[in-house]
């Protein structure tokens, strides 16, 4: 049985400028410690038609856990919850429990009411049937909504808001995969354990993953053998005997 397919998108055309790091290091990490995996990880611009791309491609990919972040500000840039209601074939509404958060956001963060102005209302504006999630330290909620088996989970871009509202409405839902992992290192180049590796899977019901280091000759190459605990431990224990056995081939001295 195969674990939760996840997906992270990152939508902002400031992710695109060198600027920003848009790697979501923060939040891959909270899902490992669950035991899950992402599979992968978009960062797009402001760019309409490339965010409907990307939705199709992840409901035609099977993907468990579509996460949108970014774009649900109150400017024309923000478009992701336009993407959605275009995605799910439905309309945009104004919802009440929404605006009633963003008057409450609002007074606790500048202590007086906001202006309910038709742009301030966007950042309380969802597609129509979705599931409103309350910001925890903002003022725009997010986004529940469902395609299929697919889950879209759309928060807000900023850090400060993306990363509570994860911990809060998400990472409880997710499930582990159960996979295991082990690490090993070996000083080796990886053209010469790449067929020790066709080995190791020939044999055992296991993935290897190999992660090369610039400086593998003083610092070794990290490899991480994943599968169900007991055949990861036989694998690794193979392969580390083939490992101390072998001798660098890829330079003939």
């Known amino acids: 049985m195969r674990g939760m397919k996840i997906e992270i998108v990152h939508i902002g055309d400031e992710l695109l400028t060198a600027e920003i790091d ?11 410690e669950r ?50 209601a275009e995605y799910l074939g439905v309309e945009m509404e104004v919802r009440k429990d929404a605006v009633e958060w ?3 956001a609002v007074k606790r963060m500048y202590g007086k009411k906001p202006v309910l102005t038709n742009e301030a209302l966007r950042m309380a ?16 909620c997010g986004i529940e909504a469902k395609k299929g088996k697919m889950t879209i989970f759309c928060l807000p871009g900023f850090p400060k808001e993306m990363l509570p509202m ?10 582990s995969d159960n996979i295991y992992e082990k690490e090993l290192r070996a000083w080796l180049g990886e053209t010469t354990m790449e067929p020790l590796f066709q080995r190791i899977i020939k044999e055992y019901r296991v993935r290897i993953a190999s992660l ?25 224990e193979k392969l580390q005997k083939l490992l101390a056995e072998s001798k660098d081939q890829f330079v003939d001295e």
């Not at 504006?125 to 725009?140: D, H, R, S, Y």
């Not at 994860?166 to 499930?175: A, G, K, N, S, V």
């Open 35 to 84: 035991g899950a995996n992402v599979n992968m990880i978009t960062v797009i611009g402001d760019d309409f038609p490339e965010i409907m791309r990307v939705f199709r491609s992840a409901g035609q990919s099977e993907v468990d856990f579509l996460i949108v972040t970014g774009g649900l500000g109150p400017t024309l840039d923000d478009i992701t919850r336009n993407a959605v």
């Open 166 to 175: 994860f911990q809060e409405y998400i990472l409880p839902r997710i499930e």
């Open 22 to 32: 848009p790697y979501p290091s923060q939040m891959i990490r909270m899902i490992r």
């Open 125 to 140: 504006t969802m597609p129509k049937g979705a599931i409103a999630l309350k910001n925890i330290t903002g003022a725009a």
């Open 102 to 104: 963003l008057v409450e």
């Open 212 to 236: 090369p280091d610039e400086n593998w000759r003083e610092k070794g190459n990290k490899i991480i053998v994943k599968g169900q605990k007991e055949e990861v431990e036989k694998a690794a």
